[in-house]
C-alpha cells in the first residue's frame, strides 16, 4: 500500500488513516462544516469518523450490518442532520451530534439509492421508484411527491442558489420549483436517457450524462444546451470546479469507462466547451471529484488507483490502498483531507499535512 509520486513539484498527499468496514464501501461524504466523515456499505452499515490531530480515525457506528446494502449520504446544510437510504427501502435521519435516530421513513420496500438535502434548507429529496418525496425535517412530513412517469428516478440534484430540484430518467431531465411545486416542471429532452446530473457551483450550468454516450451541458435560460459526443460509453459521474478559469466559468469533469475528460468553457461561442482526456486508469472510474478551491482532479477506479491530476491536466500522484478496485470518494470541504472507498470495505483517508494541523476549519 503505497503512494506512487510523478511531479515532485507540487504538493502531495500522504496516507492519514486507513480503516476497514465488512463490506464493499457504497458511499462517502463530509459534512459542510467540515467535522465529520460519514461512510456506508453494502452490508449496512453507517459510520461516523472524527479525525484528530493523530494519524487514526475514530468511528462511531450509527448502524451496524444489517445485510442489506445503504447507498446513499447526505448531510444537511447545516450539518445536524445525516440521512442514509438503500436496499429495504427506508430513509433514515439521525441528529448528528447526539448520533440519535429522529426518523425513519419507510417506501413500501423500493430500492433508496438517490437522496440528497437542500443547500437552502431542511428539506430532503429521495428517489421512490417513478417518484421524488421532499421531506420537510421541520414539519417531519412529506411535503410533495414528484412523479417522473416515464423511469426510474437516475439522479437528482438541488440547485445549489434557486430552491430548484432537478430529476433524471428516461428521456431527460425535470427541473421542478420548490417555490411552487405544483408549478409544471423545465423539461431538458434527450433522445435515450440521462443519469448523472450536476449543477456547477453557482448554478449557471447544468451538466447531463446520458447513457447514449453523449453528455449535455445547459445553460440555465438558454433553449440550445451543448451536445458532447465521442464517448467510450454512458457518461457515469460528473465533477464541477468551484474554481473558475479566466472566462469566468468553471471546469467540468466527466468519466466514461475507463476515461476522464474535462471540459473548459470556450471563448469562442461557436466552440462552446472544450475538452481534453486524461488517460491513466485501465478499469471503469467510479468516482471523481474537485479539491475545493483549486482545480486539483481526483479520480477513483476498479483498478486500485486513485489519480490526482494537477490542474486537471498533469498526472501528479497516484494513491493506492484498495486492492479490489476503488468504489467512491470525497474531498474535503476545506481539501486538506481526501477519503476513499474501496470494494473491499477499505476507508482511506489521505491528508495534505501532518503539521500539528487539527481538523475542520478551527
Known sequence: MGNKKTNKSEQTLELYAKVMLSDYITAVTWSPDGKTLAVCSAAGEVMLAKVGKTK?????PLQIATGKSVDCLSFSFDSQLLAAGGQDGTVQIWRVDSRKLIT?????????????WSPHCNQLAFSMGRCVQVWNADDHVVEVTLNFDSSSI????????VQYLAVSGYQGVKVWSGEDWDEDPEILSVPSATGAIAWSPLGE???????????IVSEWGNLEPWVMQGFP??????AWSNQTNSLGAPLLAASSSQGVSVWARDADERVGWEGWALEVHENVVSAIAFQPNTFLLASAAADGQVC???KAEQLQQILEGAEGGFSCLAWHPDGEFLAAGG???ELLVWSKSMRGKGFGRG
Open 343 to 345: 470494494n473491499g470495505g
Open 233 to 238: 460509453g454512458k457518461v457515469r459521474e460528473l
Open 154 to 161: 437516475l439522479d437528482l440534484a438541488w440547485h445549489p442558489i
Open 205 to 215: 450550468y447544468l451538466a447531463c450524462g446520458n447513457m447514449d454516450n453523449t453528455l
Open 308 to 310: 490526482l491530476w494537477y
Open 56 to 60: 487514526e480515525l475514530s468511528l462511531q
Open 104 to 116: 425513519n421513513l419507510d417506501n413500501h420496500h423500493v430500492w433508496v439509492d438517490k437522496l440528497a
